[in-house]
């Protein structure tokens, strides 16, 4: 009985010191994450340069031509891969294509609305496509049934199911994992009927020539540079830098969002060097998928 009320009274003090620290989180973001980087730590816990978790499940939607399922930390995403015939388009005969796109719904996090896609989720999807032009993940003539006549479209949707920061970097590894997982029917196409027809049970792997990865950076007031930022430090950062590599380490991109700069050349160097090596931990998890 002792112990039981000692317990409780021990519990309350702690209950309420959380209880203030989360109302001013609340009131003053700035301040609260100051206090933390003065100590060299973040509020979460990690270091400055350390980046979550990431977990990778795939062939989980059976209606699907190919699925994934992505944790980020807390940011989960779940993708689907749909292939549909149509014409190609008339300056490249031979070329199908692929269409990206990621939805940010309401349900995965307050701060976005109800209704159309809004306009991150546009410019993310705008983003994600130019990483899967820029790095050559797919041949389009891979995706050619006959020229001029029928190809394959390739839409890739993601969907945030839970939002907890840095949504590109989780959508970039659910739809490359995906897009692995991805079977296309065997297809035939009748140049007397103008028909293609699929079989119901040959499937074929998706011909992949790259799998792309990102790393997220995050520069709060010029001086720290933090490593796959959340929801929380998302608001709070002057810019954030997106590095884009190729399996072998080779680079594709490297954008600035946001007004801040990126302070030196050394910074952006670090970024790359910092994406490299997440690229060998992460690897693996995308090519068992």
């Known amino acids: 009985m002792a112990a039981a ?9 702690q209950q309420t010191d959380a209880l203030k620290a989360a109302t001013f989180q609340r009131l003053h973001p700035r301040i609260y994450l100051e206090r933390f980087l003065a100590e060299n730590v973040r509020p979460d816990g990690r270091a400055f340069d350390q980046t979550r978790d990431v977990t990778v499940n795939v062939g989980s939607i059976t209606t699907a031509d190919g699925s994934s399922l992505v944790r980020l930390g807390e940011t989960t995403v779940v993708c689907g891969v749909k292939a549909e015939i149509a014409e190609p388009e008339l300056d490249s005969p031979d070329e199908g294509y692929i269409v990206p796109n990621l939805d940010l719904p309401a349900m995965c996090s307050p701060r976005f609305k109800p209704g159309p896609p809004s306009e991150e989720a546009q410019v993310l999807s705008d983003r994600l496509n130019e990483a899967f032009i820029a790095s050559g993940i797919v041949d389009p003539t891979s995706l ?3 020229p001029g006549k029928a190809v394959w479209v390739l839409y890739i949707d993601a969907t945030c199911i839970n939002y907890d920061g840095n ?7 659910a739809m490359v994992s995906a897009l692995r997982n991805t079977r296309l029917p065997k297809t035939t196409y009748d140049e007397d009927t103008g028909r293609t027809t699929c079989s119901r049970k040959d499937r074929t792997p998706l011909q992949i020539n790259a799998s792309p990865l990102s790393m997220s950076f995050g520069i709060f007031e010029s001086t720290h540079l933090l490593a796959d930022p959340t929801t929380f430090e998302e608001p709070l950062l002057d810019t954030t ?11 594709v991109s490297a954008t600035q969002v946001g007004l801040g700069g990126v302070g ?3 910074v952006l160097m670090s970024c790359i060097a910092a994406a490299k090596k997440r690229l060998t931990e992460v690897r693996p998890q995308i090519y068992r998928s």
Do not use: N
Request: one cysteine or more; glycine letters at 6%.
């Open 241 to 251: 830098v997106t590095v884009v590599l190729k399996d072998d380490g080779g680079l």
């Open 264 to 266: 030196s050349q050394d």
């Open 5 to 13: 009320v000692a317990s409780s009274s021990t519990s309350a003090p």
């Open 167 to 173: 949504a590109f970097d989780a959508a970039l590894i």
């Open 144 to 146: 050619c049934i006959h």
